[in-house]
């Protein structure tokens, strides 16, 4: 044992160093697979690193989570669907949080599963695998995943990654270096697949909320105050739950990712071109964001595509924490059926903080041309 380390739950050691967590908005290589050169090299924790998992020490951001049934339950029902693989096997959690999704995979018949987590909520999952006699199969690592130390490599690499408008966060790196450290030639990597959408919405319950409220308020006169409405309402991205309803065209692929492959630069920055064409005449308030994610199986295996677990958080499908995000516009546009929006949008990581998402979108609506930018933080 060296410094800074320290014995959690019935001698399971947790190693604290810099490090992971979840949600809040403060701040493999099988066959045709990428396999890298070298093992990849750690990135510095920085100050927004320590931060990030500071925020994930609060338990709110945990039961959030966990009350989220959608989420939980298509993990579980994602390890019970891949058991065959998992049963004797090794596996790796990345950022486990209060260890769910690790004792579902001990529950699934797992050998052994490396639980890694760099905020002090470690501490509790510890505590919890103690609790449901798993301490002889689940080893919790108190630290960044890109900071401990597993001595063997794994079969499973598991992780719920996914941040609001699916790169928030930029969590999606650290399994990309998990994977190309300790992930077994045609390895598991849950989930496996991910596909980000884009599409125009209508919200006029939201804009007069936010900007017509100031139109009359109680009688005074305060439409002085709309600009800055607008600002403070409108100037960052949205996370909140719309319908589908409000979805005003088909929606239209931003990214896919594939967990065997993808690499860390490929996040750096996105660009893809759009075009929409509305189903009906109505105001146009923004641009909504969804994304789901897909269970496959390592290539070759029989769970793939047709059968796999999916887990949405489309407007149509049941609520998530992730909801949805929108970017609204400062003033609507009228936009009658079949008009057609068409431009490009950018998604790329924030030079301030990597954990911060720019979006910047161009578009060219009625013969006029707009540009729309905000930063998530």
């Known amino acids: 044992m060296g410094p800074g380390d320290s014995v959690l739950g019935n001698g399971k050691l947790v190693r604290r160093s810099r490090g992971r967590a979840g949600r809040p908005r403060h701040s493999g290589s099988g066959s045709g697979r990428f396999a890298p050169a070298s093992q990849p090299t750690a990135p510095p924790c920085t100050d927004f690193d320590i931060a990030y998992f500071k925020a994930y020490s609060h338990l709110g951001v945990h039961e959030e989570m966990l009350k989220d049934r959608v989420r939980t339950e298509s993990y579980r029902n994602a390890i019970r669907q891949h058991q065959d693989f998992i049963a004797g096997k090794v596996v790796l959690d990345v950022g486990c949080g209060t260890g769910v999704l690790s004792i579902f995979c001990a529950l699934a018949g797992a050998r052994r599963v490396y639980a890694v987590e760099a905020s002090d909520i470690a501490v509790q999952a510890a505590d919890i695998v103690n609790e449901n006699n798993l301490s002889d ?54 989930p496996s697949h991910a596909t980000l959408y884009m599409a125009p919405i209508t919200n006029p319950e939201r804009y007069h909320d936010s900007i017509d409220f100031w139109q009359d308020v109680y009688g ?96 149509e499908d049941y609520p998530t924490h992730w909801q949805q995000t929108i970017l609204y516009l400062f003033d609507p546009m009228e936009l009658k059926k079949d008009q057609i929006i068409e431009g490009s949008v950018t ?17 060219c609506c009625g013969g006029r041309s707009f540009v729309k930018q905000s930063t998530m933080r």
């Open 137 to 190: 199969k689940i080893i919790v690592l108190h630290g960044r995943i890109e900071d401990v130390d597993i001595e063997e490599k794994v079969d499973v690499i598991i992780s719920e990654w996914m941040g609001y408008m699916l790169l928030y966060e930029s969590m999606l790196a650290s399994v990309i270096f998990a994977r190309d450290k300790w992930l077994k030639p045609g390895g598991l990597i849950l």
């Open 220 to 315: 005074i006169k305060m439409s002085s105050m709309k600009s800055l409405a607008k600002q403070c309402a409108f100037i960052e991205p949205s996370v909140e739950t719309i319908t589908g309803e409000s979805v005003l065209t088909w929606p239209c692929v931003i990214m896919q990712v594939d967990c065997y492959t993808i690499r860390v630069e490929e996040l750096q920055s996105i660009t893809a071109n759009f075009e929409f064409s509305s189903m009906l005449q109505a105001p146009l308030h923004g641009f909504g964001f969804w994304f789901d994610v897909e269970f496959n199986g390592p290539i070759g295996t029989e769970a793939n595509s047709d059968s796999a677990v999916v887990l949405s958080t489309a407007p």
């Open 347 to 363: 998604l790329s990581q924030s030079i301030e903080n990597v954990r911060f998402l720019n979006i910047h979108i161009q578009y």
